[in-house]
């Protein structure tokens, strides 16, 4: 299914695989175009992609004036889609580096922290490693945003193959406030929020453009809850 020629815009400030998710959209049927600065037009749903530190990520969009501008554009209602460490921006702070017990400051879009894997081990008793790397299975929660992403990754996986999976490379967590806010979560030692979000914010913590039709369905289904 085409994304009809649809536009979403990337935002690049160099800490993201950009290249990678600008293919899955163009794969999708999106015109997928990067901004760099507050100032650049935007078209669409913006995409906020991310891999790496919080900290780091947060001081470049300090350093390059981003931070307060996404803030206003999300709250003027426009949609935002975080990934892998760009979900992560979203919530409000992070013990990632962290200088006291505050931690750092996210964008604050969602109500919540973002915490350390904890780990633990599997149901055969094996230890789980930190941080996270390989395909994990999703479990939906129940509503309307929920069931439309349960939907649309359950129609892009074959018959008889169980839940969901897709490709997740983290070791920090998103903790939101409000367990209305989750949409999905996978297990790694206990459940961890794999897509949270509410009203024009919405976050994937895996990865979509790795994680095969997949991915790529959730990702299509995504933007088009937030259109």
């Known amino acids: 299914m085409s994304a009809g020629g649809r536009s979403i815009s990337i ?26 600065r507050a100032g650049d037009p935007a078209e669409g749903p913006l995409l906020l992609p991310g891999v790496g530190n919080f900290a780091d990520a947060m001081a470049k969009l300090h350093a390059l004036s981003l931070a307060e501008p996404l803030k206003a554009q ?82 892009a996986d074959p018959p008889g193959s169980g839940d969901p999976a897709v490709y997740f490379v983290h070791g920090y967590h998103a903790e939101p406030a409000d367990p209305a806010d989750v949409l999905a979560t996978t297990d790694h030692g206990g459940a961890v929020v794999a897509i949270a979000g509410r009203g024009n914010v919405l976050g994937m913590q895996f990865h979509p453009e790795k994680s095969q039709a997949v991915g790529l369905a959730l990702l299509r289904a995504a933007a088009g809850l937030l259109s």
């Open 74 to 155: 999300a709250a003027a209602g426009r949609p935002i889609l975080g990934v892998c460490l760009g979900m992560q921006l979203l919530f409000e702070r992070s013990d990632e580096d962290a200088e006291g017990p505050e931690g750092t400051p996210g964008l604050g879009l969602l109500p919540g922290r973002v915490v350390p894997l904890s780990g633990g081990v599997d149901p055969r008793g094996r230890r789980l490693k930190v941080p996270q790397m390989g395909w994990n299975t999703l479990r939906f929660g129940r509503g309307p945003r929920a069931d439309a992403l349960a939907a649309a990754a359950r129609s």
């Open 11 to 36: 935002l690049d400030y160099g800490l993201g695989n950009l290249r990678s998710v600008e293919k899955a959209l163009l794969r999708l049927g999106f015109r997928a175009r990067r901004v760099r």
